[in-house]
């Protein structure tokens, strides 16, 4: 079956440290997006990208990287700079800017 | 710039009756716009978008909504609410003018008594 892929499930990170969340998809789809969701807040788009080797910030980028070296895989690393990272992560993506966005499970980060 | 705005953060309704679940929106151009839903600790689910035509639009499980262009508004509704509906539910839009940005609003939660 097609979908989208996020690992871990969990992740903890320790002061100062970065960590990377993990999106695959196998949709064969162009467009790819990350999204952190806070109680109260929604979705606030963090970075998405249109077509490999090119990505956009979204609403509130700083503190984050991305990377799309291939179609198939988004991943988003959470920087030191992030000083508020504990939060749930979503990853979507869409082949046709008509259609609507598939997401994974999400990735639930905390700090130790 | 794009926005989404859920007026309500919760909507309380008794099984069997009619809901509303609102949304508003501000784009550039045309919009197109969808509706999600959102288990516990899970990724959203395609409910409806419209992206053209009939203001009135069906979707999964019986929902369905109403583009209003002169209000900005695609409400959610469903005739007939069930428990199982208890979930958070978020609208969103992106424009038609060729870019893939897509903004969604801050979600509103449904709770359906028995």
């Not at chain 2, 008794?14 to 679940?21: D, I, K, Q, R």
């Not at chain 2, 409910?47 to 209003?68: P, Q």
């Amino acid at each position: 079956d097609g979908g989208i892929t996020q690992s871990p499930k969990y992740l903890f990170r320790k002061e100062g440290q970065n960590v990377t969340l993990s999106c695959e998809q196998n949709l064969n789809h162009d467009a790819m997006y990350w999204y952190r969701q806070d109680p109260g807040q929604g979705l606030r788009l963090i970075y998405y990208s249109q077509i490999v080797n090119d990505f956009q910030k979204g609403d509130i980028a700083e503190g984050y990287s991305v990377s799309r070296e291939k179609k198939e895989s988004f991943p988003l690393t959470v920087t030191s700079a992030q000083k508020n990272p504990t939060a749930f992560y979503l990853c979507a993506s869409i082949g046709d800017r008509r259609q609507p966005q598939h997401f994974g499970d999400g990735t639930r980060l905390s700090i130790l | 710039a794009q926005s989404v705005a859920q007026p309500e953060d919760q909507v309380n309704v008794a099984e069997g009756n009619p809901l509303t679940v609102k949304c508003t929106y501000s784009v550039s151009g045309n919009p197109y716009l969808f509706w999600y839903v959102q288990y516990p600790n899970r990724g959203l689910q395609f409910l409806l978008k419209y992206i053209t035509g009939d203001n009135l639009v069906k979707g999964s499980y019986g929902f369905e909504a109403e583009f209003n262009k002169s209000q900005t508004s695609f409400h959610l509704k469903k005739p007939s609410a069930l428990v199982s509906d208890s979930a958070l539910y978020f609208c969103a839009v992106r424009d038609n003018t060729g870019g893939f940005k897509t903004i969604f609003g801050a979600g509103t939660r449904l709770f359906v008594k028995a």
